[in-house]
């Protein structure tokens, strides 16, 4: 009879168990949800890569063949004391990139990269912002090598204008908005050249001067000048004829350091 009776007893969850249960399903259902947004921004991320390769290697030809990299489309220029030193814009369809069958946008946003070029387009960058999940960073790319640590580390700022944009050396310049918090930086946070919620550049509030006493590496990447001479001969001189600034060079031993160079119109010679 009893064994009748076990045979045809109902079975039931209790609420404790059906609580548990749908506790485990949500953390299953989020951990699921969080690997396919970090595998669609990885993707992306991927995408992002490969498109600023390709611009590498199309600019890489246009230079070849015209001698100058083009001008940056929507262009503003960045300037130190009142002199040009960089021009900075997007890789969009104003770009004469004549050797590019067409030029690709990020590909969540739909936008153009950033792109820069040294006054005399001789060097340039390329910047995209990276998800990475998360934690997004800045991709930075180019044949842009700095002669000055503390006025011009980079061509691209986190900032989209239509006027000329000024970026002192507020050590020795103190005469309106220097915008030196707002340089792009490979893989850091600090600053974006946009954001994914609004699409505008980011930047965290970072104070410029800290960041150089934070020992970043990227900001010395001059390999090949051994002088203020050899800086202005190769037209790298950003001081405006008969300023000073401070500039940086191989010694004898081949570490960099820190010199103050005199710039004529021509000329620039240590100090």
Not at 63 to 70: H, L, Q, S, T
Request: aromatic share 12%; hydrophobic share 35%.
């Amino acid at each position: 009879m009893n064994t009748l009776n076990q045979k045809h007893q109902k079975w039931a969850f209790t609420l404790i168990e059906i609580v548990v249960s749908a506790t485990i399903l949500v953390i299953l259902t989020s951990i699921g949800f969080y690997s396919y947004t970090k595998n669609i921004s990885d993707a992306r991320d991927s995408v992002r890569i490969t498109d600023i390769s390709a611009l590498e290697s199309q600019l890489s030809l246009y230079k070849r063949e015209r001698w100058a990299y083009p001008f940056p489309g929507d262009y503003f220029n960045i300037m130190n004391r009142w002199e040009t030193v960089a021009l900075q814009g997007k890789m969009n369809k104003l770009v004469s990139l004549s050797t590019a069958t067409s030029l690709p946008l990020d590909p969540e946003l739909d936008i153009p990269y950033f792109y820069a070029t040294t006054s005399n387009r001789q060097e340039y960058q390329l910047a995209a912002s990276m998800e990475n999940s998360d934690n997004p960073f800045t991709h930075l790319v180019g044949d842009y090598k700095s002669v000055s640590s503390q006025v011009l580390p980079n061509l691209l700022l986190a900032l989209e204008a239509t006027t000329d944009t000024e970026i002192n050396n507020a050590e020795t310049w103190t005469d309106g908005d220097t915008n030196r918090d707002l340089f792009l930086f490979h893989n850091w946070y600090h600053t974006l050249p946009y954001d994914f919620l609004t699409g505008a550049p980011y930047n965290d509030g970072s104070d410029f001067d800290i960041l150089l006493s934070d020992g970043l590496a990227d900001f010395w990447q001059n390999s090949d000048y051994r002088s203020c001479e050899e800086i202005s001969t190769a037209e790298k001189r950003i001081t405006p004829d008969g300023d000073q600034d401070e500039y940086q060079i191989l010694s004898n031993t081949w570490s960099l350091i820190s010199v103050d160079c005199l710039c004529t119109a021509t000329w620039c010679t240590q100090v």
